[in-house]
């Protein structure tokens, strides 16, 4: 039986990190999840014939069945489903159109539980399930208030299944990095260039949750800046929390 590794977002910068990191391990095939053909062939031709490159769109409820699919045909041991794409916007509520919001929660939000709801059953004891949640998940966010919900959700649903996985062995782990170094963010706006305290690189954020995925935590929190921020939005009101988050991103709102 092949063992397999289900990662979605793989041609995004936390994909392609966890991509590289997750083919060190004894996986015969890494099922390469996005959209975008080109770039998930150039994965392959960097990486091999190991990677087999799907693609698919998570937004759509014919994606999560093209994947299904593959499962019941195949019906590989799945060592790892890594819930990585994601997508993101930054802007006041009213200038979200419906279809976008409609896509970041179909994306975020469904097709994480989708995609484990059909990889459960060809998960064993030591399989993992990796939700890349967000540092957003610990607060409300203004101006990111959509995305940071999803976030929320992921983070919530991932610890509980947790729990309810326990007599399987299978673990469930919600990685809440803060910022990182990817195309996801938006590097200026309003022409102001964007400063984002904490920034780490992918490799950093890929190591520490492979590392605690394997030790079993249900949580996987990757920097000291991350750590604290996660310990004061404990301990302060929330009303506060989004007042000091507002001091920071309000001069990139105003526009010139
Ligand atoms: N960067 C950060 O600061 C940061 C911080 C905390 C958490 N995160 C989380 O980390 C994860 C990875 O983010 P990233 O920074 O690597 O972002 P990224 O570079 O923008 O990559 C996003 C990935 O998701 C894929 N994707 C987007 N929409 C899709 C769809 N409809 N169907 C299938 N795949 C889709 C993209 O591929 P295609 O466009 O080809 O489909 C791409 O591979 C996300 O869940 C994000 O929320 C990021």
Known sequence: ???????????????????????????????????????????????????????IDLSELQGIRQIKNMLDKNKPQVVYLINNAGLAKMGKYKDFH????????????????????ICIPYMGKGSKILNISS???FQP?????????SKVFERSYSR??????????????????GWIDTELLQKEINGKKVRFPG???????????????????????????????HVNVKLLPQ???????MAGIGKYLKEN
């Open 160 to 177: 509980a299944l947790n729990v309810e996985l326990e007599e399987t062995g299978i673990k469930s782990t919600a990685v809440c990095p």
């Open 239 to 245: 009303r506060l929390v989004m007042k000091i988050w």
């Open 135 to 137: 540092a957003s998940a």
């Open 98 to 117: 419906i279809e976008e919001i409609d896509k970041m929660i179909n994306v975020n939000c469904k097709a994480p539980v989708m995609l484990a709801q």
């Open 141 to 149: 966010n203004p101006y990111i208030n959509l995305y940071a919900a």
């Open 199 to 229: 920034l780490v690189t992918p490799d950093r954020v890929v190591k520490q949750a492979i590392k605690d995925a394997k030790k079993g935590k249900d949580m996987s929190v990757c920097s000291m800046y991350v750590k604290c921020q």
């Open 1 to 55: 039986m092949k063992k397999i590794a289900i990662l979605t977002g793989a041609t995004g910068g936390l994909g392609r990190e966890f991509l590289k990191q997750i083919l060190k391990e004894e996986i015969d095939e890494v099922w390469a999840v996005a959209r975008n053909e080109q770039k998930l062939s150039e994965l392959r031709k960097e990486y091999g014939e190991r990677v087999i490159p799907m693609s």
